[in-house]
């Protein structure tokens, strides 16, 4: 069966996201005062070819830790879909 | 009421995406073969003070288009939850 895959990386709580702080900036000058606290991150969509969505999900999960995210000062999240 | 807004952004089909096959020409080394169509992206996270979950979503989605997003070469789709 296939499965997609979707990793959200962002960073932990308390490191520094100097992305995020540019695009706050940004905010007045498009008009827009009721946006705060913007976090800024990554995100991979991908297929898994598995016999079920519990291992499909373990092999995401194994790629999110292992190459997608920085455990150091990132927090990865893994959703898995039958397609 | 503060809502929790999620912004996915990712490239258009058919736009070239050199991180995501950057990404899968990596995966043999980890031992991974069932991983394919590998597309990077970018998500983002916000705070939203709004009335109801229709203004959240409508500032959220002008905010992805306006700033977010390159609309000519990406796709966003917004989930606005209450917190």
Redesign the interface.
Known sequence: MRFT?TV???LRPGIADPE?AT?ER??PA?G?S?????????????????GSVEEATA??T??AT???ANPVIEDSTVRVEAR
């Open positions: 895959a959200d990386v962002s995020g695009i940004a905010l498009l827009i009721s946006v705060t606290n913007v976090r800024a991150g990554s995100s991979f969509v991908f297929d898994v070819e598995a092999v995401a194994d790629l292992r190459l997608l």
